[in-house]
């Protein structure tokens, strides 16, 4: 049975992880090949050495079982393209660097992408299509909803709870919560960069500053 595996969006993001994604298969013993899939490209190209090509082409592939990372930023299309996937009966792939650190009784689901010297502690749950970019961290007893993204250097400390489709900036810094208490980042809420949260952030604004305050719609 053969296999094909793909790196969905071929733009800043895609083109981040696919290293990441033949650390895994090579860590895997695995030698299928790896695509591109974007639908900006009307015909089959190379893009950094790897056959590039639509989604209407990469179905057309004779491969038996396909496994695609959606390397996307946009948390809302990502989850628009992990439906179509399904109803395609394609699998999400995750994927995740050599020296990412994985500690004790973790729990992520499928999709994700763990990018260069992640670290993810203990007790942790992590929904579908997560996105940790460069050096970010989850510690102790966090939940993580669907679709969650944290940009480059995300300090997301113990007994934090975010929501689905929030997205963390930058090197934002969030205030550990209690077992108790956890702090929570609302569904759909925007940490900026650099923020330094201190207190529960509401479904859907958008926080920055130190300390992170809510950034008014004009
Ligand atoms: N894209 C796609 N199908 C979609 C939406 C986006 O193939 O339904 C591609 C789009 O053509 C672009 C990439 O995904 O090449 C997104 O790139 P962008 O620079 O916007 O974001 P990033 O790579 O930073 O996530």
């Known amino acids: 049975m053969t296999k094909l595996y793909a790196i969905y969006g071929a733009s ?12 895994q298969l ?15 490209l009307t015909e089959i190209t190379l893009v950094n050495g790897h056959r590039a090509m639509n989604y209407q082409q990469f ?26 996937l399904a109803q395609d009966n394609v699998f999400l792939w995750s994927i995740s660097a050599d020296n990412v650190i994985f500690m004790d009784n973790i729990d992520i689901a499928e999709g994700a992408a763990l990018s260069p010297f992640v ?18 961290y989850v510690e102790h007893d966090c939940i993580i909803g669907d679709y969650v993204t944290f940009a480059p250097g995300v300090k997301c400390n ?25 702090l929570v980042i609302g569904k759909g809420a925007v940490v900026g960069m ?5 207190k529960s952030v ?3 604004v958008t926080v920055v500053g130190n300390p992170a305050r809510i950034l008014e719609k004009k």
């Open 202 to 204: 509401p479904a859907g």
């Open 119 to 136: 670290t993810v502690t203990s007790n942790i749950q992590i929904g579908k299509c997560f996105h940790a970019n460069l050096y970010s």
């Open 12 to 23: 800043g993001c895609g083109r981040s992880l696919i290293p990441v994604a033949r650390q």
């Open 158 to 182: 113990g007994n934090i709870h975010i929501e689905d489709h929030a997205y963390i900036g930058t090197g934002a810094v969030i205030k550990q919560g209690t077992p108790d208490k956890p």
């Open 59 to 84: 179905l057309s592939q004779p491969a038996a079982h396909k496994y695609v990372q959606i390397a996307i930023a946009n948390s809302a299309i990502r989850e628009k393209i992990a439906n179509k």
């Open 26 to 40: 090579l860590r895997e013993n695995n030698n299928a090949e790896i695509v591109f899939i974007d639908d900006a």
């Open 194 to 198: 650099g923020a330094v949260v201190t």
